[in-house]
């Protein structure tokens, strides 16, 4: 069983920098894919971005490209997302999720290509 744990969330002014944490416990996260999406009040949740097993290969929405940056450590068990620029509209809960394909290398950015998801973590910006 995988277990997903989201930090970092808080109240932000806009144009400020805030970094998310997803850490894992139960089984490595080294051999999988993750992801990061939000959800909007009143809207559906969205990809923002996903790396492969290795962190070599990162995608990105088109409305976080430049400000956001993906990345994980393998050896921690911890995926990262670092946001600057911080815009009102980022205002959202922030899921990470683990991503189904075992040993790929592939950053998906469609829900149904993950199976687990951690409980999410508010982030607010202020204008």
């Known amino acids: 069983q995988v277990q997903l744990v989201e930090s970092g969330g808080r109240l932000v002014q806009a144009g400020d920098s805030l970094r998310l944490s997803c850490a894992a416990s139960?089984?490595?996260?080294?051999?999988?894919?993750m992801g990061w999406f939000r959800q909007a009040p009143g809207k559906e949740r969205e990809f923002v971005a996903a790396?492969?097993?290795?962190?070599?290969?990162?995608a990105y929405a088109d409305s976080v490209e430049a400000r956001f940056t993906v990345s994980r450590d393998n050896a921690k068990n911890v995926m990262y997302l670092q946001m600057n620029s911080l815009k009102p509209e980022d205002t959202a809960v922030y899921y990470c999720?683990?991503?189904?394909?075992?040993?790929?290398?592939?950053?998906?950015?469609?829900?149904?290509?993950?199976?687990?998801w951690g409980q999410g973590t508010q982030v607010t910006v202020s204008s």
């Open positions: 999720a683990r991503s189904r394909a075992w040993l790929s290398d592939r950053p998906y950015t469609s829900q149904h290509d993950y199976d687990y």
């Open positions: 139960g089984r490595t996260l080294s051999s999988y894919p």
């Open positions: 790396t492969g097993r290795n962190g070599d290969n990162t």
